[in-house]
């Protein structure tokens, strides 16, 4: 098996990367960021008839320039881009048969899904499938249904479900406020289809809607952007019912700036196309905060909410697609709350760094594929325990790490609270009955925690029985049991040392050290107002469910305590971890001067810088989630969203502390009688979010009793 430090070689065969098509568009964006990964080799082979090399004999020749690049590169995975179609099957088949032939690892990224060519395959192709993808050793596909029919024709393999993408350059001068403007104040609404312009998008179809609209007297305007075969019948259409051109504007294909223009400046987006893979130009849309008009085709039915993120017309049906452009017409605030909502939907999940972190994790688990994939070594290194107050980073912390191409580092991992803290409970993990206690709390761990992601990806990995049997001949202590759950995630995610994102471990230190002497700790701390604030309105980014919980959380009293005690766990942590395996890491020195406070932390953990690092998809504000990164924004927030009764329990609560880290002091002016109530109220307040929180802490009494131990200083006598 290769080392995955070295240069992982990579074959991707695809279309002609100056074409116009999604695969090409999607193979631009997301290139470059394969390319900055220093542990990967990537050769991108153009293939098909673009530029009408080879002449009828191009298919001949792919093939024959596709076994010459194999030979010549060697790659350690191959993956190939076909589409359901007949000339795609065929080419793209005879590439995984002949790199199987040689004993080359292949992945097959089912692209275009041709409904109709389905059927054929059904009827008369399925031998060849049999004989050609069937050996190929993962896939990925862009909707469910897709999964579904290959799991149905045979497929063994793993099956994932990936997406298109949206290039980050396309957004790079967008501003979702000025987007936000524009929808509130244009008297006239501009419906935009970009695609390209085949009769199966629906193109016609859009064009009569807003020809319909026209003759009611609605303000509307449609641009018809691409270039395809019906592109005559869209200008006969055109030049038929609109021969002063005053709502029918047809520019043809676009590019570049002049694309992310077109995009910004329209309104709605229109898409009606009658069969789709995963279509990128409503992914582009949604990231330029469009309502969408679409069919429920292809991907397009796994993620769109309908209501939410625009609405779905049938097939073909003019009618619903008038009805849907009225409607948004008429309620300018239900435009406004779905473009923000797709911007947001788009940006957090469809960007092409993401897109890249995907396929790469792919090719890595291709490469795990043997037997020695679920092995168990217990020999990974040093792990990586992020801990600290709450509200103070640990999440964009455990994203930067985790963009490091070594580090899987999931949510939070609540094993030493909910599973090692009741080990008396549980029992010992060498009795089978006991392993089987054990894999059921891990089974349900990041539900019960609210990491819905992590809970998908245990849920699959624990259901194979090989992993469950592993676990249980493998496993002699509770070591064992944490190192083997999280070794088998991070090798499934394609990485090779394995990190934890837990804040409140920072009271469980001395336990994670009887375990794992050698681990490395980062340690997050914030200013207690800022971290009072983010807190409070922790609630505003959570799913309904969980608002009213998090709201019980809440008390200027309680929380300040709360972040007392956590940062008094420092002196006495600081005196029992090894010298150099601890860094202390500010809330506002990592924001405001992110690149050396990481390869600070790099240093520690013992890995090499890499500037992706920096590149996370996740945001660190509990108010401002309209962008992903690193910024400064909720650094000093409290100076305007805090009242002043909040700052001055806080700074008295907290006053030595405060100090002892450098942060000075506000001369708040309270109202006396809203104060006191503060102060009866604590109590009450106390009880509530110890009841609130009862699904997920550890036993009650050491929960409680190691954090009054650190309030009144008791616990540096206890952890010597």
């Known amino acids: 098996m290769q080392d995955v430090c070295e240069a992982m070689k990579i074959l991707i065969t695809g279309p002609a990367l100056a074409g116009s098509g999604g695969v090409a568009s999607y193979y631009n964006a997301v290139l470059p960021h394969l390319r900055q990964q220093d542990d990967l080799g990537i050769q991108y082979l153009e293939i098909g ?54 004993g080359y690892p292949v992945v097959v990224f089912f ?52 997406t298109t ?47 319909m609209l026209r003759a009611k007297g609605k303000p509307v305007a449609l641009t018809v952007a691409g270039d395809g075969a019906a592109m005559r019948a869209v200008r006969k259409f055109a030049d038929q019912h609109d021969a002063l051109k005053e709502f029918l504007f047809i520019v043809g294909e676009v590019r570049g700036n002049n694309k992310s223009s077109l995009l910004a400046s329209h309104h709605i987006f229109c898409f009606p196309s009658y069969t789709e893979g995963m279509p990128n130009s409503v992914l582009e849309a949604m990231a330029f905060g469009m309502p969408v008009i679409t069919c429920p085709v292809g991907g397009l039915r796994d993620f769109f909410e309908n209501g939410k993120m625009g609405y779905l017309a049938k097939q073909k049906s003019v009618t619903d697609i008038v009805d849907a452009i ?70 964009l912390m455990a994203g930067i790490l985790g963009r490091h191409p070594n580090i899987f580092m999931p949510g939070e991992t609540h094993f030493f609270d909910d599973i090692y803290a009741r080990r008396n409970e549980i029992g010992d993990p060498r009795d089978p009955e006991v392993m089987g206690r054990i894999v059921g709390r891990l089974l349900t761990l990041y539900k019960r925690y609210y990491e819905l992601p992590d809970q998908e990806r245990v849920a699959q990995l624990l259901s194979d029985p090989s992993v469950f049997a592993g676990m249980k001949t493998a496993c002699k202590d509770y070591r064992d049991v944490l190192s083997y759950f999280m070794e088998v995630q991070m090798r499934h995610e394609g990485k090779i040392r394995w990190g934890n994102n837990t804040p409140r471990d920072l009271f469980n230190v001395p336990e994670i050290l009887a375990l794992y002497p050698e681990a490395k700790f980062v340690v997050c701390t914030r200013d207690v107002r800022d971290f009072l604030l983010s807190y409070k309105e922790k609630w505003k980014i959570t799913g309904a469910e969980h608002v009213w919980r998090l709201k019980q959380l809440y008390h200027p009293v309680v929380t300040s305590l709360l972040w007392k005690s956590s940062v008094r766990m420092l002196s006495g942590i600081e005196a029992i971890v090894p010298v150099g395996s601890l860094i202390v890491v500010g809330y506002e020195e990592l ?24 590149d996370v998809d996740t945001h660190n504000s509990s108010y ?23 700052i001055v329990v806080a700074q008295w609560l907290t006053h030595s502390d405060l100090m002892a880290f450098g942060y000075p002091l506000d001369k708040a002016q309270p109202n006396f009688l809203r104060l006191a109530w503060i102060l009866i109220s604590a109590p009450y307040a106390l009880i509530r979010a110890l009841s609130a929180n009862k699904g997920t802490r550890g036993p009650l009494i050491p929960y409680v009793g190691r954090r009054l131990l650190s309030l009144f200083r008791i616990s540096d006598k206890w952890l010597h």
């Open 49 to 102: 008839s673009y530029d009408s090399s080879g002449g009828i004999l191009h298919p001949l020749v792919d093939q024959v320039r596709f076994l010459r690049t194999l030979a010549r590169i060697r790659p350690a995975v191959v993956h190939v881009n076909p589409s359901l179609n007949l000339r795609s099957f065929i080419r793209d088949g005879l590439f995984v048969y002949q790199a199987k032939r040689l």
């Open 111 to 162: 692209r275009g899904w041709d409904e109709n060519f389905e059927s054929a395959v059904a009827r008369m192709w399925l031998w060849f499938f049999r004989r050609t993808y069937l050996k190929a050793d993962a896939f990925v596909v862009l909707a469910t249904a897709v999964r579904n029919k290959l799991t149905e024709w045979g497929v063994s393999a793993p099956i994932q479900l990936g």
């Open 165 to 211: 993408t949206v290039s980050s350059d396309l957004l790079r001068n967008f501003s979702i406020s000025e987007k936000a403007e524009k929808l509130a104040a244009d008297p006239l609404v501009k419906i935009l289809f970009l695609s390209r312009v085949e009769k199966e998008k629906g193109v016609i179809e859009a064009m009569e809607a807003v020809t």
């Open 326 to 395: 009225e409607r948004l017409i008429n309620d300018r605030n239900a435009m406004k709350s779905m473009s923000s909502y797709n911007y947001r939907y788009a940006t957090e999940r469809f960007l092409a760094p993401r897109a890249a972190d995907f396929l790469t994790k792919v090719y890595r688990q291709v490469e795990f594929t043997a037997p020695k994939a679920v092995e168990f070594t217990a020999t990974v290194r040093s792990p990586i325990f992020i801990v600290g107050t709450p509200r103070s980073g640990t999440t």
């Open 591 to 614: 924001v405001t001067n992110p690149e050396a406070t990481v390869r600070k932390i790099c240093r520690v953990v013992g890995e090499e810088f890499v500037p992706s690092m920096l």
């Open 624 to 646: 401002n989630t309209d962008g992903q990164g690193i910024f400064v924004s909720s650094v000093h927030r409290w100076r305007t969203a805090l009242s002043a009764e909040e």
